[in-house]
């Protein structure tokens, strides 16, 4: 079996024998007639002007790139990562982020995690950047995780901030990847929430019932927390697996929050046709990819805690009849619930199932998943493809929400990948994988494209006051010890 490194020789050397690619293809070209010579040099001349035309129309049309130019000339500061800010919200006029990071100091829990207003962004295209938060934990997660910031800053046509709750080890990950951005051409300010493993474990104990055997742990488990570590100025965010990556405009993610019932605060694929008894039919969706109304998770109090009990002001929290209502009372022995197989996705199933009002189906284009047999067989291939013919070869979409729909792939999912890395199986070498024949360019484009190359920012773009922010938020506490540092409960 070929190793995981040696993918890239082999594929690309095959069938030009010792010379380049480029030299081979070099040499068939000064074999053909000379009529195919000449077209062929006006249209690579018209591939170069016609684009410089376009972007000249479209800077004078007003577009993005006209509108970041008109930002003032002091928000033109060269950024600097490795000045980080240890907090959130200090992005006002006159607190720039390369004054010493020392002023921001004195209050930072309570700034941080209950009132400021958000940053601002550079460009105010939208009112809110693209926001994401992610729990990312021990190096390799991180480093799955980097490629996934990595896809969305490719993609991405607006601000993004991405918000992380994650330990030590994968920060320093991410940070490392990220030093490497300097000129990107939007705005990206990246929050870290770093916690220590016993704080995880006490706020689990506070809830006091909830408990996992998945492969996940505990740190699977912040999922059901992420309402109580970002700061409530966070109202919306998108939750992504570490092990997946965008192949398209993260913003069409974004923007379907707008489309959403007022009740709805958590969105995520389903899968109707599925349904194991000994996994409660949890398996019938998805928690790789959810959307957030934080907001309202917050205002029901998702899940419980001991503070809020003995508080007793009056809000019931949302947990423990859930959970009740799917797994019955906790062991009287161990205090948990019992068979939870599928980690946090047992306990949304259950508090969905509890509240369906809550919930809304995410579509599949979301959900590209190597867990799913054939990805419903779609694959890269003929660029020609038709709709109709598409449509022909989708497999496994009867008795979804799907059914006689085109799914068109914009997020791909590789779990269920027995490596540490998704990217490092050694599956993506053998050409009689499926997996590989239908998605193994594309992890080996996005693995492979480099950080540098997001510094898409040039001089002539007149963009270089877009950068990236590093926060750190420290000590990140949960919504519950906020709570309790507030109403003074002991
Ligand atoms: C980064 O951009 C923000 C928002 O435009 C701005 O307030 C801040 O001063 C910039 N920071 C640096 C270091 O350039
Ligand atoms: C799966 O897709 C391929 C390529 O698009 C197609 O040739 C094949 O017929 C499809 N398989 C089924 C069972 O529809
Ligand atoms: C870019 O900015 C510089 C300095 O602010 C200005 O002199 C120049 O005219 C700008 N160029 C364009 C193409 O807008």
Redesign the pocket.
Known sequence: MPSSTDYGDTAYRSGSQNLPRWRSHAKDFSRRPLLVKQVTYLAIVLAFILPLWYFHHLRRDGSVAQIIAE?PP???????VH?IIPHYGH???G????KPAVSALPSIQEDAQTSPAP?????QVTSDPITFAFVIWEPSSAIEGALLIKSILMYASEPVHIHIICDESARLEAEARLELLNHPFY?V?VFFYQLPWQSIQDRLDREGSIWTSHSAGAAGLLKLLVHEILPETVKKAIYVDTDAFFISNPLLLWKQFDTLKPETAIVMPSHPNLGAAEWHNADRICSCVILFDLEKLRNIRLIDSQIYREANDGVNSMSPPAFRAMFGEPDSQTGHYENIMLGDQSYWWAIISYQPDLYEHLSYDWEISSCLVNTYNITLGDDMTTEEDELKSLQHTPGTPHEGKLVIPKLLHFNCIPTDLYFEWPGWSDPSEPLNQHWGPAVKYHQHYKWIWLNRATDRDNNS?????IHRVEPALFADEIYRNKHRVQ
């Open positions: 930002q002091e928000d033109l500061v060269a950024l600097d000045n992005n006002s006029p607190h720039h982020a390369n940053p601002l962004t550079s460009s705005d300010a006051q877009a950068n990236l922010t």
